[in-house]
């Protein structure tokens, strides 16, 4: 499941849930909306159960956008324990899978 969420809504995420998955976008972003159904199915999978899902609008939410550094959309990140592990401006599953995995080994 994913969630909606504004600047307080990432902070109390990431000061509550250990690993958290976060997809920035903007409305106007057609690879946003690509990627947006890939990013649903990945957090409906068993084994993401233990992670949080996190939408934020970049456009909207500049606290949470600074604290992962996004310089391009869409911009995925991935945060342990309320530091980010690793945020990159891609759209590629394959890629975000591999960050997800790298916050759950730390």
Do not use: H
Not at 93 to 102: A, C, G, L, V
């Amino acid at each position: 499941m994913v969630q909606q969420v504004d600047d307080l809504g990432f902070k109390e995420a990431l000061s509550t849930n250990g690993v958290v998955a976060v997809k920035f976008y903007a409305d106007w972003c057609g690879s946003c909306k690509l990627f947006a159904p890939k990013f649903r199915r990945i957090s409906d999978e068993d084994e993401m159960s233990g992670i949080t899902f996190l939408d934020v609008n970049a456009e909207q939410n500049e606290e949470a956008r600074k604290a992962a550094g996004v310089d391009n959309l869409p911009f995925l990140a991935v945060f342990k324990d309320g530091k980010l592990i690793e945020g990159s401006a891609t759209s590629k599953e394959d890629y975000f899978r591999t960050m997800i995995s790298k916050a759950l080994e730390s």
